[in-house]
C-alpha cells in the first residue's frame, strides 16, 4: 500500500509488506493518525508524538520482567512532523508489554524535562500494567508499561436508557468501598463484578444512574503511609495515571489483553436494567505531582505543553494536587476529546461528572477564558452529543462559577449553593427561607431560564464532605485518622449534632437525628433540578464524622451493610420518596398549564406567625390522546422550627381535596413509611405539622 492508503484503510483491511528490519523486527511507516497501540492483522501500529522531542524509542517488555527484550528506535523517516509512527510485524499482543524513551533537551526553567533514559507510559494506552493487585506498591526499578488491548465485546445491541437530565436521580458511589465490606455479601468485594451484583439492589432503590468515582488508572499507593498503625493511601482516586485505562486493581480477575471488559459488562448490565453510567473524571491533574513527583508520562512527552508553568518553570496548583493540566492548549484539547470520545464509544458510558471543571476552561496562564475552546468543543462534539457533561464548577484556585459555568445550554452544574443554603435551611436557620425556596425551585435566580430543567444538579451530600447521618451527628469534622492533626477538609460543613457529638444512645437525640435525615431526603426529591446523593444516605451510613476520608480504605469509607436492616425504614422512606418523584412530573419539570389555574410554582412564606416554607407545583398530566387529564398538584411543606406549627393549604378547585403524601413527624402517617400506610385525606385545609418535620400534600 501508499502511504496515503494506509493511513486512509479500515484496520481490518490493512495488508502490506515490510520496509525495514530494526533489532532484527520487521516494521514499516505506520498510521500517524490513529494514537496509541493498535493490533492489526500483520501485527501492532505504535503511534506517539512529541513537539520537543529529538528522538523516541520503543520499549518491550515480557510480563513481570523489569528489563526490555527489545527497543526499536524509530527512524527519523518514521516521523512526520512532530508525529512518530512504526507498524512491527509479527508481534502477538498477549506476549508483551510496552513503553517508550524520549530525547531531547533538558532544561527545567523552560519546563522541558526530556531524560532518554525515563520509561514512559503511552498517554493513550488503553491498558496499564504495573498495579493489578490493590494497595501492594511498585517494586524499586518497576515502571508503568502498557497492553494493547483486543475489543471485541459483544453488546447485544443493546441501546442506552437516553434518560433526561431533569428524570436521573443520581446515586454517587466508591466502586470500592459499596462492597468491599463483609457485609455486603457479594463473591467479588471491591470489583465491578462486585457492584454488578447489587444491581438488584439499586433497583429496588429506585436510581436510575449511578455515578462512579474516578476508574481511570490511578496510583492508590501515592502518598502511602500509616497513620497510629492504619496504613492511609489514595483511596478515592482522584490521581490519574492513565485517562484511557481503567483501573485494574478494581477487577475480579486478570484480564490481559481484554482490559476493560468487567467494565463493560456491569455497564451493559446496567443498561439491561435501565440504569446509566456515568464517570467521575479527573482532567485537572495527574499523579506526577510537581516537581518533587515522578516523571513516568506526560512530563516526559512534553512538560511545557501538558502542564501550565510559571514563567520560571514550576507548576501552577489550581487542582490543590502539585500540578494543572493545560487544557486548552491544542494537544491536551485533542487528547481530552479524543479521551471522552473512546469511553462514549467503546464503554457507552452515559456521562462525565468533571471534577475541579473551572479548571478546564483556563488559559495557559491560569486566567480564566469567556469562552474556553474545550468547553465549548465538547459542548458540540456530535459523538458526545447524547452524554450528559456535568461540572464542578470552582477550583481549588478559587474560582467559583456556580451559575455562570459556560454552558451552550449543554452543561450541568453542582449545585454548591444548593448545598450550603439548605443545609443552612433545614438545621434550622429559618432565615434562610427566602434562599431555600430559590435552590428547591430549580435556583432560578442563578440560571439562565434557557437552561431550564438540565443545569442545577442538587446535592446535600457527595463524597466530600459528611454523609447524611454525621451531618446530623457531628458539629465539627473529626479526620485524626487522616494524619494531618485534622487540619485537613473542611470547616464549613453547616452541620448540626442534635445536641451531642458523635455516637450516643440517647433515644431522643437518635429519632431527631433520623427526622432530620427524612427531611433532608424529602427535601432533595422534592426539588426542581436533578437530585444526586452519596451512597448509603439511604440507610444511615457513617464516616464516624471524618469529612475527607480520600485515603482511608477501611471501615470509615466502606458500606457497612449492616446499617441497612438497622435503618430500614429510613431506606423504605427513601424508596418511597424517589418513587414519589418519579409518579409526580411537576417535581422535576413544567407540563403544561395546570387546568385548575395553579401557576407553575408558587411560594409562600410565614403566614399568620407560622414558621413553615411552602412550595406549590402545579402542572398538568394528559391521559389520552385527545389531551384530556388531570392536574398534578404537590405542596412541599418544611417546618425547621423546633415547636410545631399550624398553617393552612391553599383551596383547591372543583371540590378537590388534599392527601398528605408524606409525613416525617408522624403527625399523619405512622411509622414514617408513607407507602405502607398509603394517603390520608385531611378532612380540612387547616394543617398542624410537627416540630422539625416535612410533609408532602397531593391533590
Known amino acids: 500500500m501508499e502511504e496515503k492508503e494506509l493511513i486512509a484503510a479500515p484496520i481490518s483491511k490493512i495488508h502490506m509488506e515490510p520496509m525495514d528490519v530494526i533489532n532484527g523486527f520487521e516494521v514499516r511507516p505506520g498510521m500517524y493518525e490513529v494514537n496509541g497501540a493498535t493490533a492489526i492483522p500483520c501485527g501492532v501500529n505504535f503511534t506517539v508524538h512529541s513537539y520537543g522531542a529529538t528522538s523516541c524509542e520503543l520499549l518491550l517488555f515480557k510480563r513481570m520482567e523489569e528489563k526490555p527484550y527489545a527497543v526499536l528506535k524509530f527512524p527519523e523517516n518514521y516521523k512526520i512532523g512532530k508525529v512518530y509512527s512504526m507498524i512491527v510485524f509479527g508481534l502477538n499482543i498477549h506476549d508483551f508489554e510496552y513503553a517508550y524513551r524520549m530525547d531531547g533537551p533538558y532544561d527545567p526553567k523552560e519546563g522541558l524535562l526530556f531524560n532518554k533514559n525515563n520509561i514512559l507510559l503511552d498517554i493513550y494506552a488503553k491498558a496499564v500494567a504495573g498495579q493489578r493487585i490493590w494497595g501492594v506498591p511498585q517494586m524499586e526499578g518497576d515502571c508503568y508499561r502498557a497492553r494493547v488491548v483486543k475489543d471485541d465485546f459483544d453488546w447485544k445491541k443493546a441501546g442506552q436508557p437516553l434518560i433526561p437530565m431533569e428524570d436521573l436521580i443520581i446515586y454517587e458511589m466508591h466502586v470500592r468501598g459499596f462492597t468491599k465490606h463483609a457485609s455486603s455479601g457479594v463473591k467479588y468485594p471491591g470489583t465491578f463484578a462486585g457492584l454488578k451484583e447489587k444491581i438488584p439492589y439499586l433497583k429496588e432503590l429506585g436510581v436510575n444512574a449511578v455515578e462512579l468515582m474516578p476508574i481511570f488508572e490511578f496510583d492508590e499507593m501515592r502518598d502511602y503511609r500509616v497513620v497510629d498503625g492504619k496504613a492511609v493511601m489514595n483511596y478515592w482516586g482522584y490521581n490519574t495515571v492513565c485517562f484511557f485505562a481503567p483501573n485494574t486493581s478494581y477487577t475480579a480477575k486478570v484480564e490481559y489483553n481484554k482490559e476493560g471488559t468487567e467494565l463493560k459488562e456491569l455497564i451493559s448490565a446496567l443498561h439491561e436494567n435501565g440504569i446509566e453510567c456515568i464517570l467521575d473524571v479527573v482532567f485537572n491533574h495527574t499523579a506526577e505531582g510537581d516537581e518533587r513527583g515522578p516523571c513516568f508520562s506526560f512530563k516526559g512527552y512534553d512538560n511545557n505543553i501538558y502542564y501550565m508553568l510559571t514563567p520560571d518553570g514550576h507548576y501552577y496548583n489550581f487542582s490543590g494536587c502539585g500540578n494543572t493540566l493545560n487544557c486548552n492548549h491544542p494537544i491536551v484539547h485533542q487528547m481530552i476529546l479524543e479521551c ?123 463524597h466530600d464532605g459528611f454523609t447524611l447521618w454525621d451531618l446530623y451527628s457531628y458539629n465539627e469534622k473529626h479526620n485524626e485518622a487522616n494524619g494531618w492533626n485534622n487540619t485537613d ?204 418535620s416535612v410533609c408532602v400534600f397531593v391533590s
Open 489 to 692: 477538609g473542611s470547616s464549613d460543613n453547616r452541620s448540626w449534632n442534635c445536641g451531642v457529638e458523635g455516637e450516643t444512645q440517647d433515644e431522643g437525640v437518635l429519632s431527631l437525628r433520623r427526622r432530620l435525615a427524612m427531611n433532608a431526603f424529602a427535601v432533595l426529591m422534592c426539588s426542581r433540578g436533578t437530585p444526586m446523593y452519596f451512597s448509603g444516605d439511604e440507610f444511615l451510613n457513617t464516616q464516624f464524622g471524618n469529612n475527607n476520608a480520600y485515603c482511608q480504605d477501611n471501615e470509615i469509607s466502606w458500606l457497612n451493610w449492616e446499617d441497612l436492616e438497622k435503618n430500614r425504614a429510613h431506606f423504605d422512606f427513601c424508596k418511597y420518596m424517589t418513587a414519589f418523584r418519579k409518579a409526580h412530573p411537576v417535581l422535576r419539570k413544567f407540563s403544561g398549564n395546570s387546568w385548575c389555574g395553579f401557576p407553575e410554582i408558587q411560594v409562600m412564606g410565614p403566614d399568620g406567625g407560622g414558621r413553615v416554607l411552602r412550595v406549590i407545583y402545579a402542572g398538568r398530566i394528559e391521559v389520552d390522546e385527545r389531551g384530556n387529564g388531570h392536574d398534578d398538584i404537590v405542596c412541599l411543606a418544611v417546618n425547621v422550627f423546633w415547636e410545631e406549627q399550624e398553617f393552612f393549604l391553599p383551596e383547591l378547585p372543583g371540590g378537590k381535596v388534599w392527601y398528605v403524601a408524606a409525613d416525617t413527624s408522624g403527625n399523619y402517617l405512622r411509622n414514617h413509611i408513607p407507602g405502607q400506610q398509603g394517603m390520608i385525606r385531611l378532612s380540612e385545609n387547616r394543617v398542624r405539622m410537627g416540630a422539625r
Open 340 to 462: 471522552l470520545r473512546y469511553w462514549t464509544t467503546a464503554y457507552h458510558v452515559d456521562g462525565f461528572r468533571f471534577d475541579l471543571a473551572t479548571i478546564l476552561g483556563r488559559n495557559e496562564d491560569g486566567s480564566p477564558m469567556s469562552k474556553p475552546p474545550l468547553l465549548q468543543s465538547l459542548a458540540f462534539d456530535p459523538i458526545l452529543g447524547n452524554v450528559k457533561l456535568i461540572a464542578e464548577a470552582w477550583d481549588a484556585g478559587g474560582l467559583y462559577q456556580v451559575g455562570s459555568f459556560p454552558s451552550w445550554n449543554r452543561w450541568a452544574e453542582w449545585n454548591g449553593r444548593y448545598r450550603d443554603d439548605l443545609r443552612n435551611f433545614l438545621k434550622g436557620d429559618y432565615g434562610m427561607w427566602e434562599a431555600a425556596a430559590q435552590r428547591i425551585t430549580g435556583s432560578r435566580d442563578i440560571y439562565n431560564p434557557e437552561r431550564r430543567g438540565n443545569a442545577s444538579v442538587n446535592f446535600l451530600t457527595c
